[in-house]
């Protein structure tokens, strides 16, 4: 099962039980972030310093804290609402 949406990385071991041992689940935010990791390292942009940010379509504040649950740590600086750009 191809978990399409980042937001199921989350949830996908609820998924995993429900569907037992036979189902192979395969995130698309777990290809993303090795994706991403690859694209750093062959360009020489890990370890250097940088910042956190994080910006959200949605209600920037419960983002905020939502996150800060799923992170265990209280975030750097508060979420940012960005607008929603129309296709």
Excluded at 24 to 49: D, E, P
Excluded at 62 to 83: I, Y
Aim: hydrophobic content about 50%; aromatic content about 6%.
């Amino acid at each position: 099962v191809l978990l399409g949406c980042t937001l199921y990385g989350i949830i996908g071991p609820a998924i995993a039980d429900y569907l037992g041992e036979e189902t192979r689940l395969v995130s698309a935010s777990v290809c993303g972030a090795a994706q991403l990791a690859q694209y750093l390292i062959v360009n020489g942009l890990t370890g250097g310093s940088g910042e956190e940010r994080l910006l959200v379509s949605g209600d920037a504040a419960a983002f905020t804290g939502a996150a800060s649950t799923f992170l265990g740590r209280p975030l750097a600086r508060a979420a940012e609402q960005v607008p929603v750009m129309a296709f």
